[in-house]
């Protein structure tokens, strides 16, 4: 009699605890309170702006008395005595900010692509040291160097000039375009340079026509910020420019206040606001390069 072998039962399946599920009106009201917890912290980080932009339209001796948004007293002599009160009308300044920051634009799109091409692209002795350096370059203050840059450019006749603005910026000294740029053409395929080559290319021709028109995020990048830190620069021309005629807007606003004797807050308020319209504008219309000039940089 042959033994009959049972096949195991089954086992049986293990019942799932079931999930709670979440009522509809959590996730709105939880989206509603994160919601008005960011418009509450926008409103805190934009409160100066707009309580500048309302200062402008009062008159100076009732600025600091009232903290609030509400105008009681509506005040257009601000903007337009604001514009002729100082020795030159306001636009002077600001022609002359124009001046530099175009110069100062021109210098870094120039100089730190060609850097950023040659520590990308080019090979030459000890490129890891100097590239190294190069970044070292960005921890180094301004004040570290202030002083020998004056001597230097007053031993040149230039202090007094536009020259100390926009010189350098020729020079590629601002490292982090650089850095940025050499992130950007790392991620660029080296198949577009063996192309090139084979087509009869050098550096220059495959620099100026298959870098370049790629670079276009990058260099947006470095040209909107390279404007609004020239633009909103203080230090810098404060040393270097000592003429009136020659001051650029943020050391012109500086001659509204006066420790000596009443200041001018209306006007230098209203004039504070003219000088912040560029900058709105330039990132106003930049914003998508900027946001992909930094998303893109160091991709592969």
């Known amino acids: 009699m042959t033994d009959l072998q049972e096949s195991p039962a089954p086992l049986a399946a293990v019942p799932q605890p079931a999930r709670p599920r979440r009522r509809p009106g959590t ?51 601000n903007y337009t005595g604001g514009w002729t009160a100082l020795a030159q009308p306001f636009g002077h300044y600001i022609v002359n900010s124009a001046i530099v920051v175009v110069g100062a634009v021109a ?7 060609l850097a950023a091409y040659a520590f990308a692209r080019c090979r030459f002795r000890f490129k890891t040291l100097w590239f190294a350096i190069m970044l070292i370059t960005v921890m180094v203050p301004i004040h570290v160097v202030l002083v020998p840059q004056y001597i230097l450019f ?112 209306g006007a230098m308020f209203a004039m504070s606001i003219v000088t912040l319209v560029p900058l709105f504008l330039v990132f106003l219309f930049g914003q998508r390069f900027l946001v992909k000039g930094i998303a893109t940089t160091g991709g592969k």
């Open 107 to 113: 210098g870094n799109l120039f100089a730190c692509s």
């Open 154 to 265: 007053n031993n040149l006749g230039w202090v007094n000039t536009f020259v100390p603005l926009i010189l350098p910026k020729f020079l590629a000294t601002d490292s982090f375009f650089i850095f940025l740029m050499v992130q950007f053409i790392r991620g660029i395929p080296r198949e577009l340079d063996e192309a090139a080559r084979i087509d009869g290319c050098g550096h220059g021709r495959i620099f100026l026509r298959v870098m370049i028109p790629l670079m276009g995020p990058a260099l947006a990048t470095t040209a909107i910020f390279t404007f609004i830190w020239t633009w909103s620069d203080f230090f810098t021309p404060l040393i270097y420019l000592t003429d009136p005629n020659a001051y650029t807007v943020p050391v012109a606003l500086k001659q509204f206040l006066d420790a000596t004797s009443g200041s001018n807050w």
């Open 27 to 77: 996730s709105l009201t939880r989206s509603t309170v994160k919601h008005l917890i960011l418009i509450a912290v926008s409103l805190v980080m934009i409160y100066p702006l707009l309580w500048l932009l309302v200062s402008s339209f009062r008159p100076t001796d009732v600025i600091f008395r009232t903290p609030g948004l509400w105008i009681n007293d509506l005040v257009i002599q």
